[in-house]
């Protein structure tokens, strides 16, 4: 899968929901690898600052960025649409310390999305797999969440409230192809009981009944809630029973539930790689988000690459007898077994490493280690299948080291290793040369890796 940016900018505005202010934000295509940034674009110099977890400053009522002391607020809503839509590189404009809260959900955020299209771009999309469990779990609160190996990203959220109107809920997304109609529409939340606090804490000054769900489960006496409306600056309203106060119903019976699973995955775009992995968040909050994505997002940091995952009970994709008619070599130097990966930019080959191989006996008798030279060889094999594979007569080619650079020897492999041999074209193949980067691992720990050069010749 290619990475994904905007095919044209789109705006839009609104009032920013903790500030009052009328703000407009503007979302425009970028470069490949660039990820998504915020720009105070009313600022001196239009400072930009990195949607990543480490630059995460506040959690109350919402995600804040922050760099230098300059903020962003409620970015949680344009992240999900912009994640849940597989866009990797955008810019956001925002000419106010924070973005529009629109209705309260994300939908205004998809529909423009869908309206100006995806243009896919030359780089790959750069997953991180999650390969074992992870767990954070806020002991303070109780809140966990935990991610599992999945081969697709989806998420669960269980929420607990001691509410009389809001009992506990659950939500689930299990395909990000569905956030559009399952989660896009799902609006933000709060308790009248909350209201007066988040005020004199300076927040909500733009929340009214059409950008929010205000919820009225426990009984208020009438002087206080004409207090509040005085402080929301809205009409006098009378209260008879506990409920939803909006005059729009909800969409779905459990939507603050799908609220807090579209706030998961907007922080979750914090971690700053597309994930492969399902997301249950039992009692999830920005807060616990937040540490959670700070979590993931130090293994992703530490992470150079991701081994390929290697699943020994499906068929390769080229066997070995495919292999022999790609590869020239034969014993004892033919040292890949099968292709479990491969398309026109990338290939991933299997070698079993045994005692049986002929140069263990010199190298060395008394402890057998694989040469590093041939630890290459294997990987410069693997990129032969690689770029013979789509020509026409592959069997009348060869190919041929011209220059290998930056090699570097990690771990001792031994007998019994299965090898994973991953190469990838760095630059397009020009004038028959292809330069090529090449990992090799055994489990999750690289062994060795190469940049080189080779040419493609044809057999006289």
């Known amino acids: 899968m290619k990475q994904l940016t905007l095919k044209a900018p789109f705006s839009l505005s609104g009032k920013g929901l903790h500030s009052g202010m009328e703000i407009t934000a503007t979302f425009l295509p970028a470069q490949e690898g660039f990820g998504y940034k915020f720009k105070r674009i009313d600022l001196e110099?239009?400072?930009?600052?990195?949607?990543?977890?480490?630059?995460?400053?506040?959690?109350?009522?919402?995600?804040?960025?922050?760099?230098?002391?300059?903020?962003?607020?409620?970015?949680?809503?344009?992240?999900?649409?912009?994640?849940?839509?597989?866009?990797?590189?955008?810019?956001?404009?925002?000419?106010?310390?924070?973005?529009?809260?629109?209705?309260?959900?994300?939908?205004?955020?998809?529909?423009?999305?869908?309206?100006?299209?995806?243009?896919?771009?030359?780089?790959?999309?750069?997953?991180?797999?999650?390969?074992?469990?992870?767990?954070?779990?806020?002991?303070?609160?109780?809140?966990?969440?935990?991610?599992?190996?999945?081969?697709?990203?989806?998420?669960?959220?269980?929420?607990?409230?001691?509410?009389?109107?809001?009992?506990?809920?659950?939500?689930?997304?299990?395909?990000?192809?569905?956030?559009?109609?399952?989660?896009?529409?799902?609006?933000?939340?709060?308790?009248?009981?909350?209201?007066?606090?988040?005020?004199?804490?300076?927040?909500?000054?733009?929340?009214?009944?059409?950008n929010a769900i205000v919820i009225y489960d426990e009984p208020v006496s009438q002087d206080r809630i004409d207090h509040i409306c005085d402080l929301m600056q809205v009409e006098h309203m009378n209260l008879d029973q506990l409920g939803y106060i909006n005059p729009t119903p909800l969409k779905w019976d459990n939507e603050p539930a799908r609220h807090k699973l579209m706030d998961v995955i907007g922080d979750i775009a914090l971690i700053g790689r597309p994930l492969k992995g399902r997301v249950v968040a039992v009692r999830p909050g920005h807060t616990v988000n937040n540490k959670f994505t700070r979590m993931v997002r130090k293994a992703v940091r530490h992470t150079e690459i991701q081994a390929p995952v290697y699943n020994p009970n499906i068929e390769p994709i080229i066997d070995i007898n495919g292999i022999r008619k790609l590869l020239?070599?034969?014993?004892?130097?033919?040292?890949?077994?099968?292709?479990?990966?491969?398309?026109?930019?990338?290939?991933v080959a299997v070698k079993n490493v045994t005692v049986n191989e002929p140069f263990f006996p010199g190298h060395f008798p008394q402890e057998p280690v694989m040469p590093g030279v041939l630890q290459v060889e294997a990987m410069a094999q693997a990129a032969g299948v690689l770029v013979l594979n789509y020509l026409e007569e592959p069997e009348k080619y060869s190919t041929y080291f011209l220059?290998?650079?930056?090699?570097?020897?990690?771990?001792?492999?031994?007998?019994?290793?299965?090898?994973?041999?991953?190469?990838?074209?760095?630059?397009?193949?020009?004038?028959?040369?292809?330069?090529?980067?090449?990992?090799?691992?055994?489990?999750?720990?690289?062994?060795?890796?190469?940049?080189?050069?080779?040419?493609?010749?044809?057999?006289?």
């Open 328 to 347: 020239p070599h034969r014993y004892p130097f033919l040292l890949i077994d099968k292709v479990i990966e491969i398309d026109k930019k990338h290939c």
């Open 45 to 210: 110099n239009q400072p930009v600052i990195d949607a990543l977890a480490e630059n995460v400053v506040e959690t109350t009522r919402g995600t804040v960025l922050g760099k230098n002391g300059v903020k962003v607020s409620t970015v949680e809503h344009a992240l999900a649409a912009l994640y849940a839509a597989g866009v990797d590189n955008c810019l956001i404009e925002v000419n106010g310390p924070e973005m529009p809260i629109l209705d309260g959900s994300a939908i205004e955020y998809v529909n423009k999305l869908e309206e100006v299209g995806l243009e896919e771009q030359k780089a790959d999309k750069d997953f991180y797999v999650i390969k074992e469990k992870m767990r954070f779990k806020d002991e303070e609160n109780g809140s966990t969440i935990t991610i599992y190996p999945d081969d697709h990203f989806s998420v669960e959220v269980k929420v607990e409230y001691n509410s009389k109107v809001l009992p506990n809920q659950f939500a689930m997304l299990d395909d990000i192809a569905d956030f559009h109609q399952e989660v896009a529409s799902a609006r933000t939340f709060v308790f009248v009981r909350e209201i007066e606090g988040l005020l004199n804490y300076g927040l909500i000054k733009g929340g009214d009944l059409d």
């Open 403 to 460: 220059k290998i650079d930056n090699v570097k020897f990690r771990q001792k492999v031994v007998p019994g290793a299965t090898l994973l041999l991953n190469v990838s074209l760095m630059t397009e193949i020009r004038r028959g040369c292809a330069v090529v980067k090449g990992y090799a691992f055994v489990g999750e720990k690289i062994v060795c890796e190469a940049e080189f050069m080779a040419q493609i010749i044809k057999n006289k």
